[in-house]
């Protein structure tokens, strides 16, 4: 494990360089322990953690030491949601539905059965609201990043690269590869649950 | 009592200090592209640093209050017309019905307008910062000719208080990235050596940047949380110093951050200024940040 600073105003956890649910969870309960001492606020992804505190308020050594302690808790902190299943109805209409079969060496009808029999976990939420990193991707399906990402995805597209798949919430510009759509609403700032998916959840695709 | 927005410029939009809070939703920070010239302006009318103002993208920009308030504007190169003209980084006194325009130079990319009492707006997840890209905040657009923008309560703000304007002088400290020995020390070095101009499509998710390529032996990294003033650098070596609307993980590896009290720099560079960067410890970025906090005083000099 790896604590360096990330700016004057936070520091960044690296605990290792592979997705894992178990290294994502401990990420999380890090993240959620470190918001309970009230220091600031975190940001948990596949691996690390940002935690963030008010540089004019709390000293560095002092910071580093509640970071540690936060860490060394982390395990004893319980989750505040429980997971639950979403299901994504989904067109497989991708336009980049045939490259992903012909990279994979597989038909269409093969790439659409294997990312609809998968179930994934919602490792974490980051990049845009509502966006929940999915994962593991069957290896099968080959779908390295676009080397041109396209300058506007539509929301709703259902997308893969290697290992990994999401959903774009909104328009924006992304690399991903894509191979559906949804009409399934991900993100609701008026709503209980803003979010659709939530980290920990289990996501599955349902064909339409 | 209201403000009303005659002309909006071309992206202006309300912002207060954003919505750190659901950075785990996946949803942006928002705030200020230039943090000290929002709180040098809400500062002078005597609002809470928290208040919500407009941050001006496109001059000129044109609005009337329906009461007595006081106003003031910032940014770099800024000047107010009232009924004469008007300086920036001052607390202007603005009567009932009259028209105030924000003018600014090729130099202005931001622009911020308070009024005291503030703009009071409904918070969406804590926060009335607009972020447009997601249709989030009360007005989860960018604002049009037209608006009625409700004021807060005015408060007991004294017109001709300044408050110093910093120096866009294109200088910039960082501190080492979390990733950084990713880089090979030569690229470590070039970032500090070399200018790097500010390319157009630069905007309030990150400045964009073109120098010699910083190239890194990762490549890619697993993604992983991002603060504002992050120096990412995608494949291709071409920088990239995230602003407050960047989204909230992002998979390059970060070299470098910039300091808090030079965000304003960065974002307000415009192409054709171009940015240079120095290297300093995380215990300058703390005393530039308190400097730059107590210079939010304002003074009658």
Same mark, same amino acid.
């Given at each position: 494990?790896?604590?360096?600073?990330?700016?004057?105003?936070?520091?960044? *956890?690296?605990?290792?360089? +592979?997705?894992?649910?178990?290294?994502?969870? +401990?990420?999380?309960?890090?993240?959620?322990?470190?918001?309970?001492?009230?220091?600031?606020?975190?940001?948990?992804?596949?691996?690390? *953690?940002?935690?963030?505190?008010?540089?004019?308020?709390?000293?560095?050594?002092?910071?580093?030491?509640?970071?540690?302690?936060?860490?060394?808790?982390?395990?004893?902190?319980?989750?505040?949601?429980?997971?639950?299943?979403?299901?994504?109805?989904?067109?497989?209409?991708?336009?980049?539905?045939?490259? *992903?079969?012909?990279?994979?060496?597989?038909?269409?009808?093969?790439?659409?059965?294997?990312?609809?029999?998968?179930?994934?976990?919602?490792?974490?939420?980051?990049?845009?609201?509502?966006?929940?990193?999915?994962?593991?991707?069957?290896?099968?399906?080959?779908?390295? +990043?676009?080397?041109?990402?396209?300058?506007?995805?539509?929301?709703?597209?259902?997308?893969?690269?290697?290992?990994?798949?999401?959903?774009?919430?909104?328009?924006?510009?992304?690399?991903? +590869?894509?191979?559906?759509?949804?009409?399934?609403?991900?993100?609701?700032?008026?709503?209980?649950?803003?979010?659709?998916?939530?980290?920990?959840?289990? *996501?599955?695709?349902?064909?339409? | 009592?209201?403000?009303?927005?005659?002309?909006?410029?071309?992206?202006?939009?309300?912002?207060?200090?954003?919505?750190?809070?659901?950075?785990?939703?996946?949803?942006?920070?928002?705030?200020?592209?230039?943090?000290?010239?929002?709180?040098?302006?809400?500062?002078?009318?005597?609002?809470?640093?928290?208040?919500?103002?407009?941050?001006?993208?496109?001059?000129?920009?044109?609005?009337?209050?329906?009461?007595?308030?006081?106003?003031?504007?910032?940014?770099?190169?800024?000047?107010?017309?009232?009924?004469?003209? !008007?300086?920036?980084?001052?607390?202007?006194?603005?009567?009932?019905?009259?028209?105030?325009?924000?003018?600014?130079?090729?130099?202005?990319?931001?622009?911020?307008?308070?009024?005291?009492?503030?703009?009071?707006?409904?918070?969406?997840?804590?926060?009335?910062?607009?972020?447009?890209?997601?249709?989030?905040?009360?007005?989860?657009?960018?604002?049009?000719?037209?608006?009625?923008?409700?004021?807060?309560?005015?408060?007991?703000?004294?017109?001709?208080?300044?408050?110093?304007?910093?120096?866009?002088?294109?200088?910039?400290?960082?501190?080492?990235?979390?990733?950084?020995?990713?880089?090979?020390?030569?690229?470590?070095?070039?970032?500090?050596?070399?200018?790097?101009?500010?390319?157009?499509?630069?905007?309030?998710?990150?400045?964009?940047?073109?120098?010699?390529? !910083?190239?890194?032996?990762?490549?890619?990294?697993?993604?992983?949380?991002?603060?504002?003033?992050?120096?990412?650098?995608?494949?291709?070596?071409?920088?990239?110093?995230?602003?407050?609307?960047?989204?909230?993980?992002?998979?390059?590896?970060?070299?470098?951050?910039?300091?808090?009290?030079?965000?304003?720099?960065?974002?307000?560079?415009?192409?054709?200024?171009?940015?240079?960067?120095?290297?300093?410890?995380?215990?300058?970025?703390?005393?530039?940040?308190?400097?730059?906090?107590?210079?939010?005083?304002?003074?009658?000099?």
């Amino acid at each position: 494990m790896k604590l360096l600073p990330f700016g004057e105003g936070a520091l960044f *956890v690296e605990l290792e360089q +592979r997705i894992a649910p178990e290294i994502a969870a +401990r990420a999380a309960a890090i993240a959620d322990s470190w918001e309970g001492r009230g220091a600031g606020t975190a940001i948990s992804a596949y691996a690390s *953690v940002v935690l963030r505190f008010d540089p004019l308020l709390l000293e560095a050594g002092e910071a580093e030491r509640l970071a540690r302690a936060a860490i060394a808790d982390a395990d004893a902190v319980t989750k505040s949601a429980t997971p639950r299943d979403v299901r994504i109805p989904t067109t497989y209409d991708g336009p980049d539905l045939t490259e *992903v079969a012909e990279l994979s060496s597989l038909s269409v009808d093969e790439v659409v059965a294997i990312h609809a029999a998968g179930r994934y976990r919602a490792y974490f939420l980051g990049f845009m609201p509502g966006w929940a990193y999915l994962g593991p991707l069957d290896p099968r399906l080959h779908a390295p +990043r676009r080397p041109v990402p396209r300058a506007r995805v539509p929301a709703g597209s259902v997308a893969v690269i290697d290992g990994q798949t999401g959903i774009y919430p909104y328009d924006s510009p992304g690399g991903w +590869r894509l191979i559906g759509h949804t009409d399934v609403k991900l993100f609701d700032a008026a709503a209980d649950r803003p979010s659709l998916i939530n980290p920990g959840d289990t *996501v599955r695709f349902v064909p339409t | 009592m209201s403000l009303h927005v005659l002309a909006a410029g071309f992206r202006s939009t309300v912002q207060d200090l954003g919505r750190p809070r659901y950075a785990r939703l996946g949803v942006p920070e928002s705030g200020p592209a230039d943090p000290f010239a929002q709180r040098a302006a809400n500062a002078l009318v005597g609002n809470d640093p928290d208040a919500c103002a407009i941050e001006i993208v496109g001059l000129p920009f044109t609005v009337r209050t329906d009461d007595a308030r006081v106003f003031a504007v910032t940014g770099p190169d800024v000047w107010a017309v009232g009924v004469r003209r !008007l300086p920036g980084w001052t607390a202007l006194f603005v009567r009932a019905g009259e028209e105030l325009t924000v003018r600014g130079s090729e130099r202005t990319r931001y622009a911020y307008l308070a009024v005291s009492g503030g703009i009071d707006l409904p918070p969406v997840l804590g926060s009335r910062a607009s972020l447009p890209a997601a249709s989030l905040g009360p007005i989860p657009r960018a604002l049009v000719a037209g608006d009625k923008l409700p004021l807060g309560p005015a408060r007991g703000a004294r017109p001709g208080l300044r408050i110093e304007a910093p120096a866009y002088d294109g200088t910039v400290a960082v501190i080492a990235g979390p990733h950084r020995d990713r880089f090979a020390a030569s690229v470590v070095r070039a970032l500090s050596e070399a200018a790097f101009d500010v390319l157009p499509d630069s905007d309030r998710m990150g400045v964009r940047l073109e120098g010699p390529p !910083l190239e890194s032996a990762a490549g890619e990294i697993l993604t992983c949380g991002l603060v504002g003033g992050a120096v990412q650098v995608p494949r291709g070596g071409a920088p990239i110093v995230l602003l407050a609307d960047r989204g909230t993980t992002g998979g390059y590896p970060v070299i470098a951050t910039v300091i808090r009290a030079h965000l304003g720099r960065v974002a307000q560079a415009v192409p054709g200024q171009p940015l240079r960067f120095y290297w300093v410890e995380r215990e300058r970025a703390v005393e530039a940040l308190r400097l730059e906090r107590r210079a939010l005083v304002p003074r009658s000099d």
